[in-house]
């Protein structure tokens, strides 16, 4: 059996070293680790039970031995009825579309365009109604390239639910299909009925 | 000069707090001054004490110190002045003088490390408007540093965490993610870019979220350090007789901290800071781990959780992120006391 010896290591480097042999080992098999702390033990054994993984402990002068069996977690759990007791505001989502046409922001300066698209996109995380979809299209889809300084921003807010339209014939025109893999590649039909069904089109 | 200030510690800034849980147990054997002009006290475990000296003007009095965060002396100065000086802000009040606190050890460093912390220091207070007006040396290892700080407030303009009212909107003002970040550091696994944003959201102060809480007339706030966003969160609800809803999803984080949470780099502040939330949180069964445990990651030098009014809630982020706090958020808001102070959800 594989042993991780974590012994002499502080918080967080066995928990670390946990997840990584977690992540290596295959369902169903055993490994162990080793701690000589008794803060890292305590908090190991938090870490496994709060991830629903199995594990058992033995301890002998001063070493805890978790032998530890990876399973199915990370499996979704089912949600409590109980959560929403009251009637609270929550941030929603509406059915309006923001249509991106550009990579910029408005005419003019070039760098203030970069810049007004950059803050744009970082707003609409704030906005208290999120919008269902936002469609890029032309130069809009190199707000999508893995290397766009966007696109952090783009992949949390698909994150949050938004769905994230690219026009495919604009991804091929442009031959970035090696560069972009967020959102959904779609078609005219698709985005010409996006827009139309929306309740509000907003374009920056 | 090469200092490594970071050689010398195993947990540095705020995650060197004692476990809030016992901190309690340990204030609760003292006896509480009183005194009506005593405004504030550690009773509400608010940010800072505040004593009226007349009806015009009341005194905001706080001290924060703590081991080294970062390699260089002068930039872990800076970062351990602007957080001493945080607790000022997060109250509304106006810091106008300050102690150096230092616990040095004079034997283990040389004397330039000394000069380069006091440096960062006054030069974070500079630009605070704050001026050092003494101070006090322990030779001790390792080095520790931090401020005393008075500032001024009107009485009746005091900002509490027992402030918060049902409807209310939370707006945090900086990104979180300090303790894994540095904890991260430690273990070689963040790139220069998650080391310095760290580093500036750590010495980046707390005035203008402090401005803007007074031109909106805000009455709670809190800033977020060694116990956590759910901790302090927490405290705020406590206080103020409120639960508090926290949406994850919504959280800024800086750089790199999910990937690394992810990877099990979780800093056992967190952990102390989980064990004292728990009972009083309900966490959504499906949360997202990394999430909740970012959610426990003690900060130094965190932003300002401010609760607003909902009609002004918009006007208030559009001002932060005019004043470069550009990643303030809505990341929750205020109900009536329901059966737990804090709901954690995605």
């Known amino acids: 059996m594989r042993i991780v010896d974590t012994r002499g290591q502080q918080c967080p480097a066995p928990i670390l070293a946990t997840k990584k042999a977690l992540k290596e080992t295959k369902t169903g098999e055993s490994f162990e680790v080793l701690t000589d702390n008794q803060t890292s033990f305590t908090n190991l054994r938090r870490f496994l039970k709060d991830n629903k993984t199995q594990f058992s402990v033995e301890e002998s002068d001063g070493v805890w031995t978790l032998t530890i069996k990876k399973g199915n977690e990370g499996i979704a759990m089912t949600k409590t009825a109980d959560y929403c007791v009251a009637d609270i505001p929550h941030f929603s989502q509406g059915d309006f579309v923001i249509a991106l046409s550009s990579n910029k922001m408005g005419s003019g300066d070039e760098e203030l365009g970069d810049m007004l698209i950059i803050n744009f996109i970082k707003a609409i995380k704030d906005l208290d109604i999120l919008p269902g979809k936002i469609i890029f299209y032309n130069r809009g889809v190199m707000l999508g390239k893995d290397d766009s300084p966007v696109i952090g921003h783009l992949k949390e807010i698909e994150k949050m639910g938004v769905k994230l339209l690219l026009c495919a014939t604009c991804i091929k025109f442009y031959s970035l299909e090696e560069m972009i893999h967020i959102g959904t590649l779609s078609n005219m039909y698709e985005i010409a009925q996006s827009m139309t069904s929306a309740s509000n089109v907003v374009k920056p | ?346």
């Open chain 2, 1 to 346: 000069m090469n200092i490594d200030l970071l050689q010398m510690v195993e947990s540095g800034g705020c995650s060197a707090k004692i476990p809030a849980k016992q901190l309690e147990e340990i204030l609760r054997c003292l006896p509480l001054p009183d005194d009506p002009d005593i405004l504030v006290n550690i009773e509400t475990h608010d940010d800072a004490g505040v004593y009226r000296v007349n009806d015009e003007l009341a005194l905001v009095f706080t001290t924060d110190f703590f081991p080294p965060v970062c390699s260089d002396p002068y930039e872990f100065g800076q970062i351990a002045a602007a957080n001493a000086i945080s607790d000022v802000y997060a109250m509304g009040g106006k810091p106008v003088i300050a102690l150096n606190i230092m616990m040095f050890p004079a034997a283990k460093l040389p004397v330039d490390a000394y000069k380069e912390i006091l440096k960062g220091g006054v030069d974070i207070a500079f630009r605070a408007g704050v001026k050092i007006i003494g101070g006090h040396t322990i030779d001790d290892f390792p080095p520790k540093y931090g401020l005393a700080v008075v500032g001024y407030i009107h009485p009746q303009k005091i900002i509490t965490n027992a402030g918060a009212r049902s409807g209310d909107i939370l707006i945090l003002t900086k990104p979180v993610g300090t303790g894994v970040i540095l904890a991260g550091q430690r273990l070689g696994l963040t790139s220069e870019s998650d080391v310095s944003q760290v580093k500036a959201f750590m010495k980046l102060l707390n005035n203008s979220g402090a401005d803007i809480m007074n031109k909106y007339d805000v009455t709670g706030a809190t800033d977020i350090t060694g116990f956590g966003l759910a901790g302090h969160a927490l405290k705020m609800a406590r206080a103020s007789s409120v639960s508090i809803t926290l949406n994850l999803g919504r959280l800024p984080l800086i750089g790199s901290t999910y990937a690394l949470t992810d990877q099990g780099c979780i800093p056992g502040a967190a952990f102390r800071n989980l064990e004292y939330v728990e009972n009083e949180a309900h966490v959504e069964d499906d949360l997202d781990y990394n999430l909740k445990m970012i959610a426990y990651d003690a900060q130094t030098s965190g932003g300002l959780l401010m609760a607003v009014s909902p009609e002004k809630a918009d006007e208030v982020i559009s001002e932060l992120h005019n004043k470069g706090l550009d990643t303030s958020a809505k990341i929750g808001f205020v109900t009536e006391k329901q059966e737990k102070f804090l709901y954690l959800y995605k």
